[in-house]
């Protein structure tokens, strides 16, 4: 009973670890050094639990079209969501970068409508607006002789935090398509069991050669290689794989199989929230009021999304 919802309650937690470690790796080995790390250490650690699960260390009684749409999910939501997840961390904080996930719901939302045909309820459109709302009452302030509202974070940190959101929610929707495929195809109850992890393992290969390709064409292979030997940084980066695209995701993806989807996603979006605390007591980030009256609109939106 209440297996599900105690399995998305663990996945905020995991999430909100996931990422205070990350943003500590991310300053100490880069986003991109922190991203290659991160999606050879999952793949290893996927790999070991297959093996455990079904006696293989890869994914079992696949196909082309599975392989086609997860793989996509993992461009969308780990190439491009999280390069643009851990560049936000870097210069917004991990906060801030975890508030702008909450746009998440409505980019999947929307890419589901577009793709999908999937049909959007007017509590769902009333969702995008509070959820803007309230991401607007946490990163604009008054300033300047005439009082005007503006900025109070970097520009770039913010569309950084914008383009985490999207492919976070674009990159759910491929996954969708793609288990929902799989599963068709999967006769032994112990593969069944081990797909949300054999999915993540589809999802982490295409993100790394993702991230390896960018390393080669930005020149930068010497300087992740270097960023091994940074002990501190490893570390963090163990910590946020572990908690991260390991479990985290795996769990999440597990929690809709045990609780309507839309009940699932609501307890994992309070993140934002879970994650006030923790930065104010271990980063001594100050944390105002409309920051936290912010966030709390913002989670409150996603939820429209799933009455």
Known sequence: MYK???ISLLVTVLW?????AAEVASKRLTPLGLNVIRMCLSLLFLSGMMWIGCGQPFP???DVETWLWLSLSGFVGYVLGDYCLFNSYLLIGSRFGQLFMTLAPAAAAIFGFILLGEQMSVLAVVGMLVTMFGIGISVLSKGGGHRRLSLKLPLK?????IGAGLGQGIGLVFSKVGMTH???LITTPQILQMMPFSSTFIRAVTGLLGFALVMFLTRKTRRVISAVRDRRGMTFALIATIMGPFLGVSLSLMATLYTHTGIAQTIMAMTPI???LPSW???KQKVTL????????SVAGVLLFFL
Do not use: K
């Open 274 to 276: 879970f994650i006030l």
């Open 157 to 161: 940190g913010i569309l950084f935090g």
């Open 281 to 283: 007591y271990f980063f």
């Open 182 to 184: 799989y599963e068709t």
């Open 60 to 62: 079992q009684e696949t």
């Open 290 to 297: 409309p920051e936290i009256v912010g966030a709390i609109i």
């Open 4 to 6: 599900g919802e105690l």
């Open 16 to 20: 909100t670890v996931t990422a205070l």
